[in-house]
């Protein structure tokens, strides 16, 4: 109890020097920022192309040539996993910030102004919990047709709600605080209110639940991919590679560990770094 | 003034025993009418930047069938002190030294197995908040009744006990309500469950922490009367933790006032309220509305209690103190004892003769 | 208790019927007529106008709808227009693939979860605990396709000691059980665990040590007594969990489950199908809120005065 009430009256300054002391934040940190290096590089680090096929003879087990191997049209799997980063990043931000827009606006706006608003709010997400995430994804794929921009739409439409749901309780309880009563009585709007006045008292808990989301979106979509409805070939999406690998599981097993190894490297990365995030932002959220 | 007046009387009485007599006098106690005795008993809690003192030093004393009532301002580690007796904080981060003598046995030392069987069964303890402190998915009387199962195996005399327990707490319709939940009883009633469970083993010591804190003033004295009849039928003694000075006059045969996790002051309720010597406890006394002053305005002590993480010699009250000196922040005062077990610590009270009592 | 249980089916009744209708609409949003979906490109305007009549897709939507669900009231969920069978006969050959590979993932993953996240709170941060963290944490981030292929590797390929895929025998269900359990153990473990710890920090433990009980007994009556309200919970709430692993396993196993049925249809836009699956998911999961909402009333005397209207 004690140390929680210590934590919460910090300055940004000492967040910023309990993020530096966290060895979670860091390492995540680290692994995070070689993954962006690796994306960023990645013409510079592979030696092939990831679409260039016969680069190798076909089904090359690993060797000094090919680290990772070849696949079934001679392609270099470690050029294809290397250039696969830039697929996951703009996964993560494209879903992150399309949950980010709609889960903030919404939650702030059902907390603030409560009554049918948020009843119709309640209505939706207890609708979208009828369906498991994955699966209602599925049909709203079913629905857009597939492509990973689709993918990582639909992705992002089922889950919105678990983004606007705590940030909808913050405001609510916020809402009746004396600064935004304060703000009422000097004549400040509605949208004044929401996002100058309580918006900014939730940001730490928007930038751990945003560092949550990443990770997730990166994982929902690489599975949409692997069941054949994301990226279509010749892209380097770890999802798709993934399941090409399937087909050679006993002939080319490596096909199957690498993609998948670099998946979990970014995952645990963002999961580290936004457990590491929570624990100094928003340690109540521990919880969740 | 009053202050002045009292000193010389005390000095002689002080000076007059301090060589043979007093010394026999507290060795033969000892072995008869104290029950619980704190010695240098020190709590450290272990914070993210070190160790925080809650508690330092504390020397106290309980008498066979005595209230004694620690009294201070909440997180002066009252409750630190209590919790501490049975065990009941979290270990992990809890550094504990001193002694914890219970009828001559230092519990400090005990192992676990030991000391459940001091737990309810030698020493009870009744909390807060009776509503967090019963669990809400049973039935208050199965509640009693594990505990009375606990020394006897016969599951219909106990319930016949608890029922007849709760008549001695003044539950109304004992039967009825030994079938209710937690919920269903009001705060009184959820207290009197407590009492009446932590009654059930007969324990010699009841340690009562702030028991009527969450309660009605109504309720509050029906509460407090029902513990001064249990002292007078069951002959149990009490320490009641509470920050109310007003109770501790109604109820308290002596009384401990803590501050900032040190016992200031340890005495006879009459003598203290007669004759503080503590600043702090001085300042208590002016803040406490009485009938017969006529100001308007209750006084209050200014500023806050210190958080103690290191151990730099001091009087931890100086800060707040009205007469304190140099000397004051420099050093700790020792406990000094003026008789009687009036035992200070302030460097203000202490005459030149006075006896320490301990460095 | 009883309005309590009343209030929470007829909740659950309008959640299914919006569903249903929502579900129903799947055929109109996709692009196109559905009768183009129904039938080849090369098919006369007469013959179109009759399968579209024969479908009943000539009437007007809402008749449609009112169709469609008195149907599914007989079993009948329309027909598939891709293998020209009924929706029904189609599922029916699958459920018991898919009851079997989610019974038994759910029954191991609570008989593990539980004494793990109970020992887990009890001796935190101990050398068992740290382990226990740490691996689910790198199981969160395993995708449970790649933990299904990291087996198949493992002891289908090295070892050679469990078949790759297939469904004939006990042998081909081990893998994909593993799977399921253990992609979603680690949160399982963590959420029993933060509840425990909670508990664990309640007044009336502190009391239940007070009056004189042992460790062991105020562990087991009260600590995981209480903590039973929100396992209990979670126990059903992990359903969709396992319906979704079970779409992904029965995808790299080869099991031919609802899950590859779902997947198939929606691959080559045989919409009934996938209606149909998606609806009878929604049912079942609404049904296991219901079942836990009831236990949880019946599991914490709290919960049933409160949310039926009583007091607090």
């Given amino acids: 109890m004690k140390k929680k009430s210590y934590r919460r009256y910090s300055a940004r300054s000492e967040s910023l020097r309990m993020c530096l002391h966290n060895v979670d934040f860091m390492v995540g940190l680290i692994m995070i920022i070689s993954v962006i290096l690796i994306a960023v590089f990645a013409p510079q680090i592979a030696h092939y192309s990831y679409s260039k096929q016969g680069a190798g003879p076909r089904l090359t087990a690993p060797c000094a040539e090919y680290p990772f191997g070849t696949d079934e049209l001679g392609r270099d799997v470690f050029s294809k996993t290397i250039y696969g980063t830039r697929i996951a990043l703009w996964v993560a931000a494209l879903g992150a910030s399309i949950q980010l827009i709609l889960g903030v606006t919404i939650g702030l706006v059902c907390g603030y102004y409560g009554k049918w608003v948020d009843h119709v709010f309640s209505f939706i997400t207890d609708l979208t919990w009828c369906i498991p995430g994955t699966i209602l994804a599925l049909a709203v794929v079913t629905i857009l047709g597939k492509g990973l921009t689709n993918v990582v739409i639909a992705i992002s439409i089922v889950s919105w709600a678990s983004f606007a749901r705590p940030i909808r309780a913050k405001t609510m309880s916020l809402r009746n605080m004396a600064f935004v009563e304060t703000g009422k009585a000097y004549g400040e709007n509605g949208f004044s209110l929401m996002f100058r006045y309580i918006l900014p008292n939730i940001i730490p808990s928007i930038i751990v639940m945003t560092s949550m989301t990443l990770p997730e979106t990166i994982l929902s979509t690489t599975t949409l991919s692997f069941l054949g409805l994301g990226s279509k070939s010749p892209s380097p999406d770890w999802g798709l590679a993934l399941s090409k690998g399937m087909e050679y599981i006993t002939r080319a097993p490596w096909l199957s560990i690498f993609p998948g190894i670099a998946l979990v490297y970014t995952t645990i990365g963002f999961n580290l770094l936004g457990e590491g995030l929570r624990d100094v932002l928003d340690p109540q959220m521990r919880s969740r | ?359 | ?312």
């Avoid at chain 2, 909440?74 to 219970?102: E, M, N, Q």
């Avoid at chain 3, 090295?158 to 078949?163: A, D, G, H, K, V």
């Fill in chain 2, 1 to 359: 003034m009053q202050e002045l007046k009292s000193k010389p009387e005390s000095k002689p009485a002080a000076s007059e025993y301090a060589t043979e007599p007093e010394g026999e006098a507290s060795a033969a106690g000892t072995k008869n009418d104290e029950l619980l005795k704190l010695e240098n008993l020190s709590i450290n809690y272990k914070v993210h930047d070190g160790y925080l003192s809650a508690v330092n030093h504390v020397n106290m004393t309980i008498r066979k069938g005595e209230i004694f009532a620690v009294v201070g301002e909440s997180g002066c580690g009252k409750s630190t002190v209590a919790h501490s007796i049975l065990r009941l904080l979290p270990d992990k981060d809890t550094k504990i030294t001193g002694k914890i003598l219970f009828k001559g046995q230092d519990l400090s030392t005990f192992n676990e197995k030991q000391i459940e069987k001091v737990r309810g069964r030698q020493i009870g303890m009744i909390f807060q908040n009776p509503l967090d402190s019963l669990n809400p998915v049973y039935r208050v009387g199965t509640q009693v009744e594990e505990a009375i199962l606990l020394d006897n195996p016969d599951k219909a005399a106990a319930k016949k006990k608890t029922v007849s327990l709760f008549r001695d707490v003044r539950l109304p319709d004992a039967e009825l309500r030994a079938e209710s939940y937690p919920h269903e009883l009001s705060g009184g009633m959820r207290q009197r469950v407590m009492i009446a469970m932590m009654l059930s083993r007969t324990p010699e010591l009841l340690i009562a922490d702030e028991p009527t804190t969450a309660l009605d003033v109504t309720i509050e004295a029906q509460i407090l009367d029902i513990l001064k009849r249990l002292k007078n039928t069951y002959g149990t003694s009490i320490m009641l933790i509470t920050h109310n000075f007003g109770l501790v006059a109604e109820i308290a045969d002596r009384i401990g006032v803590m501050y900032a996790g040190e016992m200031v002051e340890t005495g006879d309720v009459f003598e203290i309220f007669r004759n503080p010597r503590h600043p702090y406890t001085k300042l208590l006394m002016q803040a406490l509305p009485r009938r017969s002053k006529k100001e308007g305005r209750l006084k209050t002590i200014d500023g806050m209690v210190p958080r103690i993480t290191d151990d730099k010699p001091c009087c931890r009250f100086a800060n707040r103190c009205p007469s304190a000196s140099e000397r004051c922040f420099k050093e700790s005062p020792a406990a000094v004892d003026f008789g009687n077990g009036h035992i200070c610590r302030c460097f203000e009270a202490e005459g030149a003769e006075s006896v320490k009592v301990n460095g």
């Fill in chain 3, 1 to 312: 208790m009883k309005s309590y249980i009343i209030k929470k089916v007829l909740v659950g009744l309008l959640l299914i019927f919006t569903v249903s209708f929502l579900v129903f609409c799947l055929l109109y949003a996709m692009p196109g007529d559905p009768v183009d979906l129904a039938i080849d490109s090369k098919v006369s305007a007469e013959q179109r106008a009759r399968i579209a009549h024969e479908l009943g897709y000539d009437q007007p939507f809402l008749v449609q709808y009112k169709n469609w669900l008195v149907g599914i009231f007989h079993l009948n969920f329309g027909t598939s227009t891709r293998y020209h069978v009924k929706v029904w006969e189609l599922m029916r050959d699958r459920i018991p693939y898919s009851i079997r590979l989610c019974g038994i993932s759910l029954l191991l993953e609570m008989v593990l979860a539980l004494p793990i996240g109970l020992y887990c709170a009890i001796h935190k941060g101990n050398l068992f605990d740290r382990f226990v963290v740490n691996s689910s944490l790198v199981f969160a981030a395993i995708p449970s396709f790649w933990l299904g292929t990291l087996l198949i590797v493992i002891f289908a390929v090295r070892l050679q000691i469990l078949p790759i895929s297939g469904y004939e025998t006990p042998a081909h269900y081990v893998l994909p059980v593993i799977t399921i359990t253990l992609s979603s153990l680690g949160s399982t473990i963590r959420i029993t665990k933060a509840e425990v710890l909670e508990v664990l920090h309640e007044k009336f433990v502190t009391t239940a040590y007070a009056k004189g009980l042992p460790r062991r007994t105020v562990m087991f009556r009260h600590v995981l007594r209480n903590s039973l309200v929100v396992v209990v919970t979670l126990l059903f709430m992990s359903l969709p969990w396992m319906i979704t692993g079970a779409v992904i396993t029965e995808r790299v196993f080869g099991l031919p489950g609802m899950g590859a049925l779902l997947l198939n249809s929606i691959t080559v836009q045989d919409i009934p199908v996938v209606q149909a699956v998606l609806l009878l998911i929604a049912i079942l999961t609404v049904l296991c809120n219901l079942a836990s909402d009831i236990l949880t009333g019946i599991l914490d005397p709290r919960i049933r005065v409160s949310l039926s209207g009583g007091e607090n």
